[in-house]
């Protein structure tokens, strides 16, 4: 049954140089630890707070390569679901950095005074098809326009995917669906049930689903107005950022130049995945990546902030060059 098969596909596992990174060589990294960037650093542990999302392969190349020990970090990884879960630990102290945090949420918990929010890189962005509309095969939706009205999966109201989601309807002329709360892994059983009308999938969910239902595509996730847009990023606070400068600066050091590698070698992505979820080798072949940005870009976090204002998910606009920790 497509239950079974999507939660042994998709579960989680269990589990010095200076910014142009011209010390990273091939990535493989290699010990050294302390070395270079490392010394004076604040504190050499770091804890981050996770997903099991593609958008984080640059988090767990940068470990597994050796790119963090090089910083003189021993970086520590706690798994989580979903990134809100981790916002209280992140406020707390009890988690230094979150990872594959999404934005619309972040940038939401900042104006709402919630969370003094720090961005420290960008995570991934937007790239055609590493999230799709999908309907059962023999759906009567044909076009956009059906949505209109339809029950539609998201992974959390209110989010990115309902975000670009009506973003790109609304290009098109189309009406709004109504949006369902179901978390990545519940969607496909969600959709074989007739829960929902359609679900808004990212991988590796995406390639399951198409794969396991023979799902339709009725909508590429990343086409215009959204390509490229920022989706997450590695965040934390104002005050882990002012009080440990050194050790922030290390960490967005290793994470460029694992993001590099990323953006330059998808077979190392592809490499990577199985090693922080349960995502086989060759499922990873098919899976749809997001891009990977080696530097962070305010004009492009300013479309977000925009566009989300556009659609009252802020009340006032954020520049977001305001948060990028330099």
Do not use: W
Not at 52 to 78: C, H, N, S, T, W
Not at 134 to 139: A, F, G, H, K, Q
Not at 156 to 162: A, D, P
Not at 193 to 214: R, T, Y
């Amino acid at each position: 049954m497509i239950a079974c098969a999507v939660a042994l596909v998709l579960a989680v596992a269990a589990c010095g140089g200076d910014s142009d990174d011209a010390d990273a060589g091939d990535g493989k990294g290699g010990g050294g630890g302390g070395g270079g960037g490392g010394k004076g650093l604040e504190r050499s542990s770091v804890t981050v707070a996770a997903l099991p999302l593609a958008d984080d392969a640059p988090l767990y190349l940068a470990r597994d390569r050796g790119l963090f020990e090089k910083e003189g970090l021993d970086v520590r990884i706690q798994p989580v679901q979903q990134s809100i879960q981790a916002l209280p630990a992140l406020s707390k102290g009890q988690v230094d950095v979150i990872a594959s945090a999404n934005y619309v949420t972040f940038l939401q918990a900042h104006e709402k005074g919630t969370l003094d929010l720090r961005i420290l890189a960008e995570g991934a962005r937007v790239a055609p098809h590493m999230m799709d509309v999908l309907v059962p095969e023999d759906s009567d939706i044909r076009s956009v326009a059906d949505l209109k009205g339809k029950k539609v999966a998201v992974n959390i109201l209110n989010n990115i995917q309902s975000l670009t989601l009506n973003a790109i309807l609304g290009q098109q002329g189309a009406g709004l669906p109504e949006y369902r709360q179901i978390a990545f892994p519940q969607m496909g059983v969600a959709l074989e049930k007739g829960q929902v009308d359609a679900v808004h999938a990212v991988e590796p969910f995406n390639s399951a689903i198409q794969k396991q239902l023979n799902a339709r595509v009725l909508v590429d996730g990343g086409s215009a107005p959204v390509e490229s847009i920022p989706i997450s990023g590695y965040v934390t606070t104002g005050d882990y950022a002012s009080k440990n400068p050194r050790t922030a600066a290390a960490f967005r050091r290793a994470i460029a130049a694992a993001a590099r590698i990323a953006a330059q070698d998808q077979d190392a992505v592809r490499e990577e995945l199985p090693e922080y979820t349960k995502v086989t080798a060759a499922q990873a072949e098919s899976i749809r990546l997001p891009a990977y940005p080696v530097t962070s870009d305010a004009a492009e976090l300013r479309r977000l902030t925009e566009l989300m204002k556009e659609q009252g998910l802020l009340e006032k606009p954020i520049d977001p060059g305001t948060l990028l920790v330099e």
